[in-house]
């Protein structure tokens, strides 16, 4: 074992600090990553805070993973040393049920392994997240980077990007389609980038009129208010496809009303109970309200190798690993246009 410097918490009620960690020795299919930079999503909180009900501590965040291999086993041939990569919020699963024989190792049936917080097949230990100098993880989970985006702005594509490419991309979006997309945050301002480079028309749906001009600068060609009953009566029945974003609990009746006949709405954001949902809004048009989680690993590649051909990252504020819990905290509150990236340079040269 490897022991290295990691940023993680002991409990519930702690903050985020300077911590020691090991990292297994190299296996004959593993890559081991010298970690540049990390993205903060809302999720490194709610496992933080024990929010699921499911933390074990110490715990160390990060899925939104970025660097530079520093060695590879030998039976690795995908991957070398000096590759820019990427890991996202899986590290292994079984790689046999039929969920992973589908590519879709995020619905494994045995469980997928998760990068932070998830039983390490290999060690005594849990798994430990990107708030690290290092990680070491099996050559099937590690994704090859586009070296001509901004590769700090890249770390966010590991998670929120995916979130909202694949349902976007499972769905068929495509040219000439309307396609709402319903919050604008971490995953929404990817929504539309990804909407918009599809050759849909994008509309941004939000309850906040001062959101517009942001939402436009991505890639929105239209704002709806969703507050404004006359503007949301005169989109009824037109879009293709929704993409909801929302974090928290609310009543997604109006935005049903919003779709075609046989159209499909998903939600992303809200992992909790949401208002109760009127049968009637989807009875009357046969329409539906679906579901998605990430990606699966091949998937996950086909997003970045089309924001690679499309220059698409995310909007980015970087930080330093020591200002993780003032992070934390505007994350909460809204505060942040629209992921926190840690510079892992500052963790590197902490004393």
């Known amino acids: 074992m490897n022991t290295i410097k990691a940023y993680g918490t002991k409990s519930e009620e702690a903050d985020l600090e300077q911590l020691e960690i090991e990292r297994r020795e190299l296996l004959d299919n593993d890559v081991k990553i010298d970690i540049l930079y990390c993205g903060v999503c809302h999720s490194d909180i709610h496992a933080a805070k024990n929010d699921w009900g499911n933390a074990q501590y110490p715990l160390v965040p990060g899925h939104e993973i970025v660097g530079r291999v520093l060695e590879v086993g030998s039976d690795v041939s995908n991957f070398k ?4 990569v990427g890991v996202g919020c899986m590290v292994d699963s079984c790689q046999e049920c039929g969920a992973c024989e589908d590519d879709l190792e995020q619905f494994c049936e045995e469980g997928m392994i998760a990068t932070y917080n ?9 798994t430990f997240g990107g708030y690290s100098t290092s990680i070491v993880v099996r050559e099937e989970f590690v994704l090859s980077v586009p070296e001509n985006l901004d590769t700090k702005a890249v770390a966010p594509l590991l998670c929120a990007g995916i979130t909202t490419f694949s349902p976007l991309n499972h769905w068929n979006v495509k040219e000439g389609d309307k396609v709402g997309v319903v919050g604008l945050g971490g995953l929404g301002h990817m929504g539309i980038k990804f909407a918009n480079a599809m050759g849909a028309e994008t509309i941004m749906i939000t309850t906040s009129p001062d959101k517009a001009e942001d939402a436009k600068r991505l890639g929105a060609d239209a704002v709806l208010i969703s507050k404004d009953e006359d503007e949301m009566e005169k ?4 879009f293709d496809f929704l993409l909801n974003t929302v974090p928290v609990k609310h009543d997604i009746n109006p ?24 049968g009637g809004s989807i009875i009357m048009g046969r329409k539906r309200v679906a579901g998605s989680l990430i990606g699966g690993i091949k998937e ?3 997003m970045l190798d089309f924001c690679g051909e499309n220059d698409i990252v995310s909007d980015v504020e970087m930080i330093d690993m020591q200002d993780i819990n003032t ?6 509150n809204n505060d942040v246009k629209y992921r926190f990236v840690i510079d892992m340079k500052s963790l590197k040269d902490e004393k």
């Open 81 to 84: 040393e000096g590759d820019l």
């Open 255 to 278: 935005y049903l009303e919003l779709l075609k006949r046989d159209s499909t709405m998903v939600m992303v954001g809200a992992i909790e109970p949401l208002e109760p949902m009127h």
């Open 300 to 302: 996950t590649q086909e």
């Open 327 to 332: 992070a934390f905290e505007r994350v909460t």
């Open 118 to 126: 998830s039983e390490n097949k290999h060690t005594d230990k849990r």
């Open 235 to 238: 989109h009824k029945g037109t």
